[in-house]
RNA sequence: CGGGGUGUAGCGUAGCCCGGUUAUCGCGCCUGCUUUGGGAGCAGGAUGUCGGGAGUUCGAAUCUCUCCACCCCGACCA
């Protein structure tokens, strides 16, 4: 195509506000166009890297049995109501103001479900995977980082549906492996984790992430990718606080100043672990007194999972003192003005010889036995894990905590929804049974967002064939000047359409260096650059973007040439 | 929702504290000539509700109030 006839309104700057290097450069190349808060318009040539990524995804659907649907964007409240997510979702749902009863989808459990309950009614209908490439809406309290945190973005959202447990682990993992191969076919260096459901129900899920310095996802991964995890999740191989064999009775004693865990272990030269750092949380209402092992950090997803809660929040200063007697650094599970429910780190399980605070200030007691001075109503892993611990699949290795952008995950949903709007089917002996069902999602701007962040450098993007708007940047050098290279720049734009790939013929009549720039910031990944001076000797230019290596060679060998240069990427 | 910041031509900006000529500069745009292998040169030209509204003042981009929008940090994140 002839770029002076496209609309390619490249910027040399972009203002501040843009940040993060994958959002200057979809402003700077042209692809995107912000129009307010968390919401973007594509141009033209950010839609064709968009349906190249769409594309690579259905094909992965598709290559799993996944039929594709389109539902509406615009749903009736009352589904959401039936599965109560009306009020899970909260703000997060856009509501239509000038028509009752209508709310923008955020995603299509509810709608998938509905369609299931009207036509899945035998075990022989299963499994199904049903797909669609679609708009959704949530309202972001705060949207961020140009198209990785909006208000509208477009999501591959699937379900599956089977008949059988067996048949869900059998579809979840076919969603896994198609994923797999999208975010490879795509260019992207993804890792997995296990992850938290969170408030969308059921058993196991998995994200799909992409390490960088701009995620708002913290993940726990090995050195060698044997285990990853989300940080709301993640375990670490971390002996237990050991039982001493001598167990004194409880004792006070006077710890002024002491108002941190690093204060008795200095101060008065307790062991770090011996010290049960005591955390009141408001769990759904209700106030709760946490122990932790000395500077563990508590983790409040793994809290909230543990309990089944919906609501967590930390004590005010002034609640704390009204509950326990005492000032944050001396409150402990013994002597509790009110009496508390006590739950306890599952590293303290069972341990004795611990020092914690006497709800008195500045006094703590010591030789504590949780199992014969305290009542903890139960021992779980609430801590949160640390860079270096070790892997607790046993590797020896150490862990590593990296910020991540989530591009996909995929849930184990169970029958939550099913059972919600019933939607049933009949076994082989004629026994009724909710559908038993998967979700799976995909970011299409996030992918084009990580792969930039990924893929760049001082210049522009540096695309991969997959995904690059354009295989080929065929640049003509003073073309009004010479009709020499006006007649190579045609028949080699021909002959490279004849070979099957999308050119991008820069026809315009503009200086070399603004061509250069403007090649290297959009980022196609095999740039042909024709002037005059190389075409005397009968020689055109290939410059591989990525590596950067260039090669003067006979116009009759470009195409061949070509040809090896892309399948390298 | 809390805290911080910004809003001036198509884009990026100076000026604002300390009110006072015709609102600065660069890019882009238009006309002409020259130029053409890394964002060309010269000459001429067009483009502004200084985010909106109200106020203070002889006079407001500048001070005050208010509303709006956007960005960042936090809270939140199916």
């Known amino acids: 195509m002839l770029q002076s006839q496209l609309f390619i309104p490249t910027l040399k700057e972009v203002s501040n506000e843009a940040q993060i290097p994958s959002h200057q450069l979809m402003l700077r190349a042209a692809m995107i166009r912000q129009l307010g808060a968390g919401i973007f318009s594509f141009l033209p040539l950010g839609y064709r890297v968009a349906k190249k990524v769409m594309n690579i995804i259905r094909e992965e659907m598709d290559a799993i049995g996944g039929q594709e649907f389109h539902l509406p964007a615009l749903n009736p409240i009352e589904i959401w109501e039936q599965t109560g997510r009306v009020e899970a979702m909260g703000d997060v749902m856009f509501h239509i103001k000038n028509r009752d009863g209508l709310v923008l989808a955020p995603t299509h459990e509810e709608i998938i479900t509905v369609h299931a309950r009207q036509h899945i009614k035998s075990y022989r209908d299963m499994p199904q995977i049903w797909y669609q490439i679609q708009t959704k809406f949530r309202n972001e309290p705060r949207p961020k980082s140009g198209v990785l945190r909006g208000r509208q973005f477009t999501m591959k959202d699937a379900y599956s549906l089977d008949n059988s447990w067996e048949g869900l682990d059998e579809s979840y993992n076919k969603h896994e492996q198609a994923y797999r191969n999208i975010y490879t076919r795509c260019g992207l260096k993804f890792f997995v984790v ?315 009549d503009v200086s070399p260096g603004v061509k250069f720039n403007d090649a290297d910031l959009l980022g196609m990944p095999v740039q042909v650059i024709v002037g005059d001076k190389n075409l005397a000797a009968g020689n055109v230019e290939l410059k591989n973007r990525r590596t950067g290596e260039r090669q003067i060679l006979p116009i009759g060998e470009a195409i061949d040439s070509i040809k090896v240069m892309i399948k390298g990427f």
Do not use: W
Not at 206 to 215: A, L, T
Not at 377 to 394: A, M, N, V
Not at 445 to 452: D, Q
């Open 194 to 508: 296990g992850a938290s459901s969170g408030a969308m129900g059921g058993s196991a899920s998995q994200e799909f992430m992409v390490e960088s310095p701009f995620g708002e996802d913290t993940c726990a991964i090995c050195e060698d990718f044997g285990y990853g995890a989300n940080i709301e999740v993640a375990t670490s191989s971390l002996p237990s606080v050991s039982r001493l064999d001598e167990n004194p009775n409880i004792e006070e004693f006077p710890t002024p100043g002491a108002r941190t865990i690093d204060h008795l272990i200095t101060k008065f030269s307790i062991p770090e672990d011996r010290c049960a750092k005591s955390v009141v949380c408001f769990v759904d209402g209700e106030p709760t007194l946490i122990l932790m092992s000395g500077n563990d950090a508590l983790n409040e997803s793994k809290l909230q999972s543990a309990l089944k809660a919906t609501n967590i929040r930390h004590a005010e200063e002034n609640e704390l003192f009204d509950l326990t007697g005492a000032h944050a650094g001396s409150i402990g599970p013994i002597n509790l003005k009110t009496p508390l429910k006590i739950y306890a780190d599952k590293r303290l399980e069972n341990a004795n010889g611990l020092v914690s605070g006497a709800n008195k200030d500045k006094f703590h007691f010591k030789n504590i036995d949780l199992s014969r001075d305290c009542t903890i109503s139960g021992y779980f892993d609430l801590r949160t894990i640390k860079e270096g611990e070790l892997c607790p699949t046993g590797c020896g290795k150490g862990l590593r905590v990296v910020n991540a952008i989530e591009v996909g995950h995929i849930f184990k949903l169970g029958t939550k929804y099913s059972q919600a709007l019933g939607a049933m089917f009949l076994d082989e002996t004629g026994t009724e049974h909710p559908i038993i069902m998967g979700s799976y999602g995909i970011g299409v701007e996030r992918i084009m967002a990580c792969f930039i962040e990924q893929s760049h450098d001082d210049k522009g993007i540096k695309f991969a064939p997959s995904i690059a708007p354009f295989d080929i940047h065929l640049l003509g050098l003073g073309l009004k000047k010479s009709e020499a290279v006006q007649n190579a720049c045609e028949e080699l734009d021909k002959k490279c359409k004849e070979a099957g790939f999308d050119v991008l013929f820069d026809d315009r």
